[in-house]
Structures are given as C-alpha cells and as structure tokens.
C-alpha cells in the first residue's frame, strides 16, 4: 500500500505558490491542463479593482514550470500597473502556454485555451503575446467573447504591436528630453536588442529619425531582413552590454537589466518595449538612479498595446487610440521630474501613481 502524504523532508522542496517571489497578492491563478491538445499554461489574475483583468497570452518554451509560473505572475502584476497608469478601467491579467509555437501550436489547441480563458466568465480577457498572432486570438475568438486584438476585418483593433512599439518611442523620446534637454534622436546610437513585430517597429520609427540604430536577436534570419528593410547596424560583438550607446532599447524578453548587467551598461537612457526589465525592481532601480542611468518604466512606455486592444471594449477609434498613445510622452516626462524631485526610482513613482488610482478606486467602491 502506498501512501500519498508527501514527507515533511519532500515538502521542503517545494516552493508552495503564494511562497514565490513574484506572488503579490493575485486574486487567482489557474492552472490548464488538455491531455487531447497537448495544452497546458497558466492564467494569471492579479488585480480586478478597476476592470476585468486583460492580458496577453504568450507561448514560450519554458526550462520548466515553475519558470513559467514565475513569468506568468510577473506578467500579469505589470499588467495591473500599465492599466492603472495609463488611467484605463482594466484590471492585470496574463496567460503563459508552455510549448513551442512554431511546432506545437494548433487552432484545437487555441479553441481549448479560449474555452478555459471562457469558463472564468470575463474575469479575463487575452490578447496576443509573444508567439501569438492576430490569427490566433481569431480562433480564441470562436470559442469565446472574452479575447481583443482580432482581425480588423472581424471587428477588432488588429494587431497591437505597431502601436505598443509607437509608445515606446514616444517614451524613449520623453526620456532624450529629460536627459539630454530635447527629444530629438537624431544621430543617437540606439541598441534595439529583440527584433520582433514590436522591436521592427520601433527600428523603423527610430531610423526614420535619423539614430543611428544597431539591432540583435537571436534569429539570424530576422537581424538580415531587418537590416536589408531599414539599414541598421548588426550587433556583431560578444557582450551587448558592455557596449558604448546612448540608448538601450530591450524589446525581448524581461529581466536583461540584472546583477549580471547592470555595471556593464553604459548607456544614458533605457527604454524599450520588454516587460519587467529590472530583474530586481527596487535594488536596480536604485543602481540606475545612482549611476544616472535614466529608466523609462516598462509598464508606462509599453502600454500602446493595451491602449489599441482597449479600443475594441470601448469603440473608441484610431484617431482616439493615438491620442491615448502619444500622451504617453507627457506621462513619462512628468513621472520623471517627480522622481527627481522626489528624489524616487522612476519605477517607485510610476508604481505609487498607479497603486494610489488603484487604492482610490478601492475605496470608493467600498462605500
């Protein structure tokens, strides 16, 4: 006979969820698992104060679960904060898929993550991630209301990444006026490190500046067709980060600004479209205040996504949604004078505007 009490010595090896470093406070994590489609990701919901909580999903190969666990409550935290920031009526909310996109992605695949993304009742709504497409959230679509970022010829705002990619120029030229006294990136050396949808678009808003952009990725394939489309520069060294650069754009994945890093950098300005950028928000935050590094908060800059995605919940139009989005310029300049004045990480005093809209919020409905 055997026993399924797991051993006090066992348990230690556990790392329960509410105990992961990336827990704060979610409302609900739920876990999906499809023998049949080979599905298994995980929805995350942080905070429903202001609004259902929307999201990206994202599908990635993982190392392991718990990876993805972590990534997937990193994700949908931020998500909270863009919301709020960015004054949308929209709580935080992300999914992870753990798989191959390329190879193991398929539309009975989609249909069964909508029907878990429609049994929360609205709780969530998905969008395209990394390793989505508009076509994806189609089918999502099918199964489920609760999904934006669909085709514009079903109805929907369309693809997100041109105007997430929009906004973080938009912020990376708020923080040029910040730190250099004007917003003019001409002749800036920008390194645009992930040339996705996003990180293409912003090459191109760059370029057509007049910076001088250099770009990397881990596709060979995509760096060639980049370069042959706008011209820049292929990183071609070993350590991007001990490079000398006026900017440093990540748009890949998050954490690049780490312990590892962040002596490294010689950069004046960091601004790009990845999310969670600081590995260690509060202890890199500070080293990049101490080393005059300016920081355009990720959350902040790349809400241009949210923004468009936004739209097809509130039927507002194009014109609308680039209004939202260019004012991203004005949010991050203010919200860096008043971490300097204050004397705060650009990161603290975008997150205390943010849980302030949140708290406020909180208390009102309370009464």
């Not at 973080?168 to 250099?180: E, H, L, S, T």
């Not at 070993?238 to 002596?263: H, K, R, S």
């Not at 919940?313 to 004078?337: G, V």
Request: contains cysteine; proline residues 2%; hydrophobic residues 35%.
């Amino acid at each position: 006979m055997t026993s399924d009490i797991i051993s006090s010595k066992e348990l230690k090896k556990i790392d329960p969820v509410f105990g992961q470093t990336s827990f704060d406070d979610h409302e609900q994590i739920v876990f999906c698992n499809d023998k049949d489609t080979g599905l298994k990701a995980i929805i995350g919901i942080h905070n429903t104060v202001l609004g259902p909580a929307l999201g990206g999903t994202r599908m990635w190969s993982y190392n392991n679960e718990w990876e993805a666990l972590n990534d997937v409550l990193r994700l949908s935290r931020g998500m909270t904060f863009k919301s709020a920031i960015t004054g949308l009526n929209l709580g935080g909310g992300k999914a992870v898929i753990i798989g191959d996109a390329k190879t193991q992605k398929t539309p009975e695949l989609m249909k069964r993550f909508g029907e878990f993304v429609h049994s929360l009742s609205g709780r969530y709504i998905t969008a395209e991630d990394v390793g989505m497409e508009t076509e994806d959230m189609d089918i999502v679509r099918e199964v489920t209301p609760y999904v934006t970022g669909i085709s514009q010829n079903k109805g929907g705002a369309g693809n997100p990444s041109p105007i997430t990619a929009y906004g973080v120029f938009m912020g990376m030229k708020a923080a040029a006026k910040f730190r250099y006294g004007s917003d003019v990136l001409e002749e800036k050396n920008v390194f645009v490190q992930g040339i996705g949808n996003v990180g293409e678009a912003l090459v191109e808003h760059l370029v057509n500046e007049g910076a001088n952009v250099t770009i990397s990725d881990i596709s060979q394939e995509r760096l060639e067709e980049v370069r042959s489309k706008y011209g820049a520069t292929i990183y071609g060294g070993n350590d991007i980060y001990g490079e000398a650069m006026d900017i440093y754009a990540p748009c890949a994945l998050g954490a690049t600004v780490n312990d590892d890093t962040i002596y490294k950098l010689q950069a004046d300005i960091i601004a790009g479209a990845a999310n969670n950028q600081l590995a260690d928000e509060d202890k890199h935050g500070k080293i990049l205040q101490e080393r005059g590094i300016v920081y355009a908060p990720d959350f902040l800059i790349n809400a241009g996504g949210i923004i468009n995605v936004y739209a097809e919940l509130e039927n507002y139009d194009r014109q609308e949604i680039m209004r939202k989005t260019e004012n991203i310029f004005n949010t991050t300049l203010e919200i860096l004078d008043n971490a300097k004045v204050n004397e705060l990480t650009s990161h603290s005093a975008a997150l205390n505007i943010a849980r302030e809209r949140i708290a406020t919020r909180k208390r009102e409905n309370s009464k």
